[in-house]
């Protein structure tokens, strides 16, 4: 709808062309045209609200002026001029950008969009919203090649799925055991929130297979049953209802097929908006605060022209909206178990706090202008953009987990994507050979899953093991306890990690995975070693014996490298100088007195030192030299890459990780320190 003053806009100005004239006489009448419902007063109207500008006098003119190919600039303009020094036309105030943008569309969106202008859309749950939903998998179902790939035929569904009925059932939902059935599913991605309402359990199960009443579900799980209804689908799977949580056989077994359950998954529906299962999916909202408003433009040669009118705000492009307060982190997006989810679904339909949004492998689908967009130019324009925007940006990690998923989870769909690697952070094209690029990309997943919060620490090699699982075919690799060991290469470019654990927080080591594995510690991890340029390895790796399971393993690495004598005291780490032969020939001692005239202190702002944990005092540690090469922001310096090793009692051979190191090679060589001694240990 547009009031008629919008409609001589549309009929009497050309797009391509700069013009200027009066809009709406004041303020107030945009204002009221607005409430009364013409669209494109209201995108007016809504902008200027949100600038952070004095108040304007409600008899303020609207002067819009044409920009060209662009769209529109509204400024607000007092009749009377505040004083002398004030412009002879009154003071210019706020000004509103309109974008006016020609969208290619197919045909079902714009029918579907046109029906949602003229309905009632008071929040995500809505009619309209729904028919949105739908209409993006109606189109991805039939017009997209590498969708219509990875769900060729029906999938043998989980082993068991909550079963919603038909479109608009009234029946209850139940729990059916499935027993090799086939058939198209979708799954939930949510937050628990520290514990669900409702759960399958031994002594429950059995009712549930009976039936489970809507009513005692909790909203998020409601909801998600509206929306399967809706799309058609009518099996569900949730996991704290489809997985008996009080038995462990049961939960590892189907952990361990959870990468299986997602990534053949019809699509995945993420309540992104709330921080447990009563906080629901729907949220409500305006609907046509986000969605640009369809115009038609008559131009000089009397041809018809739609165009697309929206604000900056309106946009979900990372270039037009980079601080818009719709993309805020998001509580689903902080948890470590969801990035999986997030990795492996071939389709995702988001519920975020205002909006819907869709990505599958070739498109991304959003309530907001663009209002579609190829997963190329979302993976190459907003991913590596250098606009400045909020931490934990949402688009930012979808375009992670979609270029992950092109290169490594459903490569066989993307003919022509790149496997290259942007130039981003630390990573520059000259840092390491292109067949070392898998190795890097891991450490960046990593990385990014372990900044996330999980509720029990145990959980941390099984919540990302349905990840290693799909990726483990498709780039001809052997994973265990978080790296991968198919070479002594590869277990190599595995150990080049160094924890960030809180300083406020003691940290534990973590018992199901080696001290060498980056899941054996609490907190983030970031890989310095894949910083180094063309790296050199200074380490060999003799042998890996390994045992266990996804979820705890065990292992004992051994090897052969240079160390270099130090200890801790008081969380100061001393390097050793002229040490007398029989403190250097007892490795794992744990204590030492060595003379203060014997001890070189490490300044961490020379020597970057992380410890994986609180060693206290007197602590006898050795430095494992591990790798050597350039950092390409600073070409002229060479780094030395040090395992910090502790000896376990006394075993003279036998180790355990505690931290990681880098030491100026000029430094490492120092002849101040004692030679390097190569030693062949273990490493537990």
């Known amino acids: 709808m547009l009031c008629a003053k919008c409609q001589t806009l549309c009929s009497s100005i ?30 007016i109207h809504r902008a200027f609200k949100e600038k952070p500008y004095e108040s304007i006098s409600v008899s303020s003119k609207v002067i819009i002026k044409t920009r060209q190919d662009s769209g529109i600039e509204v400024s607000f303009v007092d009749p009377v001029p ?57 189109e991805c179902l039939e017009t997209h090649k590498r969708c219509l790939a990875s769900t060729a035929g029906d999938p043998p569904l989980p082993h068991r799925v909550i079963d919603v009925g038909l479109i608009d059932d009234l029946a209850e939902p139940y729990l059916l055991e499935t027993s090799g059935q086939m058939g198209k599913y979708l799954t939930l991605s949510h937050c628990w929130g520290g514990g669900s309402p409702i759960k399958t359990t031994k002594e429950n199960i059995q009712r549930h297979r009976t039936g489970v009443k809507l009513a005692d579900l909790p909203r998020t799980f409601r909801d998600a049953v509206h929306v399967a209804r809706k799309l058609g689908c009518r099996y569900l799977w949730i996991d704290s209802l489809c997985i008996i949580q009080d038995d462990r056989k049961d939960w590892e077994v189907e952990a361990i097929l959870m990468h299986q359950y997602y990534k053949q998954s019809l699509l995945t529906i993420a309540a992104a908006d709330g921080n447990n299962s009563d906080a629901g999916l729907f949220r409500d909202r305006d609907g046509l605060k986000n969605r640009p408003f369809e115009l038609g433009f008559t131009d000089v040669n009397g041809s018809s022209r739609q165009l697309y009118a929206y604000t900056n705000t309106m946009s979900f492009e990372l270039a037009r909206s980079s601080l ?22 071939p389709r995702t339909l988001t519920y975020a706090r205002d909006r819907l949004s869709w990505r ?41 987990i979609a270029e992950l998923q092109q290169k490594w989870i459903f490569p066989g769909l993307s003919p022509n994507s790149s496997r290259s690697v942007a130039n981003t952070g630390y990573h520059a094209k000259c840092c390491y050979l292109p067949k070392d690029e898998f190795f890097v990309e891991w450490g960046n997943v990593v990385r990014d899953y372990t900044q996330r919060g999980m509720t029990y620490q145990s959980d941390k090699l099984i919540a990302i093991q349905g990840i290693a699982d799909a990726l483990a075919p498709i780039a001809s690799r052997t994973y265990f306890a978080g790296i991968w060991v198919e070479s002594t290469k590869s277990i190599f470019m595995g150990l ?52 266990g399971t996804a979820v705890k393993a065990t292992a004992e690495l051994i090897v052969e490298v240079k160390l270099r004598p130090a200890f801790v005291e008081d969380n100061q780490v001393f390097a050793v100088i002229n040490w007398p032969e029989e403190h250097t020939e007892k490795l794992s001692g744990q204590s030492t007195n060595a003379p203060p005239s014997s001890r070189w202190p490490l300044d961490k702002r020379e020597i970057p030192l992380s410890l994986d944990e609180n060693l206290g005092s007197n602590v006898q540690i050795w430095f494992a030299e591990l790798a050597a090469g350039e950092v390409h ?21 036998t180790f355990r990780r505690v931290g990681y190191s880098m030491w100026k090679e000029s430094m490492w060589a120092s002849s101040e320190l004692p030679e390097t001694r190569k030693t062949t240990l273990a490493i537990l």
């Open 14 to 43: 050309d797009p391509h062309q700069d013009n200027d004239f009066i809009h709406h006489e004041t303020l107030e009448e945009l204002r009221t045209s607005s409430i009364w419902g013409c669209h494109l007063c209201k995108i």
């Open 82 to 138: 505040k004083s002398a020094g004030d412009h002879r036309n009154g003071r210019k105030s706020p000004v509103v950008y309109v974008i006016f943008q020609s969208i290619n569309l197919p045909r079902r969106f714009t029918s579907t969009l046109q029906l949602s202008e003229t309905s009632n859309d008071p929040n995500t749950g809505s009619e309209p919203a729904c028919r949105l939903a739908a209409t993006w998998l109606e």
């Open 324 to 345: 818009s307060e719709s993309f805020k982190p998001s509580p689903l997006y902080d948890r470590a178990w969801v990035f999986q989810e997030q990795a492996l679904s």
């Open 360 to 400: 599958c492998q070739e498109m991304l689908f959003d309530e907001r202008a663009p209002l579609m967009k190829s997963v190329e130019d979302f993976i190459i324009k907003d991913k590596t953009t250098n606009i400045v925007r909020r931490g934990g940006d949402p688009r930012s990690t979808d375009a992670t």
């Open 496 to 547: 080049l990690w160094s924890s960030t654990r809180p300083k406020l927080k003691p940290s534990q080591r973590l018992d199901i995975a080696p001290s060498w594995s980056w899941a054996s510690t609490e907190g983030a991890v970031l890989w310095p070693g894949h910083w180094l340029c063309r790296l050199q390895s200074r380490i060999q790796i003799l042998e890996l014996k390994r045992s």
């Open 633 to 653: 922001t600073q070409a002229n310096r060479k780094d030395v890459h040090c395992l910090v090793l502790l000896g376990c009692g006394e075993n003279s051979s």
